[in-house]
C-alpha cells in the first residue's frame, strides 16, 4: 500500500453533499483590531474583523499566538465562517469562526486570498 492510500482500519473523512457546504457561510474580511485575550483557557488573540456590507464588524477568538502578534494582523485579510452561532469564551462572545490549517509544527496559520478581495465576498 503507498502513503497516498488509505488503510482498511482508518476512516477517512464523511462525506458531505454539495447542499452541506452551501450551509457554510465562509466569508472574507479585514482585521481591524487585534489583541491579546488572557482571560481564554489556551493562549488566543481577540480579533475585530470588518465584513463589510450587511455583515459588518464580528469579534473573534482565535488560537494563533504562535504565529502571529497582534500588531502585524492588522490590515491582513482573513476567511471565517460567519453562520456558526456565537460562543462564549471567557470574557467575549466569538461571534465568527476564523478559519486556518496547521502548520509542520500543528500551530494555525490563518486562510487569506492571496491578494485584496472586497470584504464580504462569499467562499464558492
Known sequence: MTSSSQSSTSPGPSTATYDDFQKL??????????????????PALKLVIDFGGDIGRRKSSAQITRNYEPEGLVGRQVLAVVNFPPRQIGPMISEVLTLGVPDAAGEVMLISPDRAVPDGGRLY
Do not use: L, Q, S, Y
Open 25 to 42: 457561510d465562509i466569508r472574507v474580511g479585514t482585521i481591524v483590531e487585534a489583541a491579546p485575550f488572557p482571560e481564554a483557557r489556551k
